[in-house]
């Protein structure tokens, strides 16, 4: 399974999930399951922002070797499941590659669906979309840069547990 994780920058969230996604399937033994990112405005060819590597590391992640890159038409068709942290940037994948409707959730929308749903595959995510509609707001996770050290931590925090949520629950792919 390859997942593709969408922010804006590409320099905070995105590559946190892609390395707490590939620190996670090393440590569950998922050689199956890959992972990369891109940004709808990524600052192409920067590293991590410092701050968000330095979370990165503290859970786990290898920030090293890292560079940001545009979201493009291929990279999402590519993807077998598509993660965004925003409502926003999930549309913007959908208007670029519209066929993915159904391998396309915001990570937060992906473990709220996986817990409420059961589910297993991704397959089980779309199908428990209109079943288990959110009632709490836009299912976003906010974007940390310019924040101080803290709201790092929470925003990292905040995709490694959902991303425990959804490694242990989504598998049979």
């Not at 709808?40 to 786990?60: D, I, K, Y």
């Not at 925003?86 to 391998?103: D, G």
Request: charged share 25%.
């Amino acid at each position: 399974m390859h997942v593709l994780f969408v922010c804006t920058g590409n320099v905070c969230r995105s590559p946190t999930a892609e390395r707490l996604t590939l620190a996670f399937a090393e440590e569950l033994g998922l050689t199956d399951l890959t992972a990369e990112s891109a940004g709808t405005r990524a600052m192409v060819g920067h590293p991590m922002e410092p701050t968000a590597a330095q979370v990165l590391e503290g859970l786990g992640g290898d920030p090293s070797g890292f560079t940001a890159r545009r979201l493009t038409e291929d990279l999402a068709v590519d993807a077998d499941l598509v993660l965004t942290m925003t409502e926003r940037q999930r549309e913007k994948v959908l208007a670029m590659a519209p066929e993915q409707l159904k391998k396309t959730f915001t990570l937060r929308e992906a473990a709220r669906l996986a817990v409420a749903a059961d589910a297993k595959t991704v397959a089980d995510l779309a199908a428990a979309r209109p079943k288990h509609r959110s009632a709490d707001g836009p299912e976003d996770i906010s974007d940390p840069i310019g924040q101080d050290e803290e709201t790092f931590l929470a925003v990292g925090s905040e995709i490694a547990d959902l991303l425990g949520v959804l490694t242990r629950s989504v598998r049979n792919y």
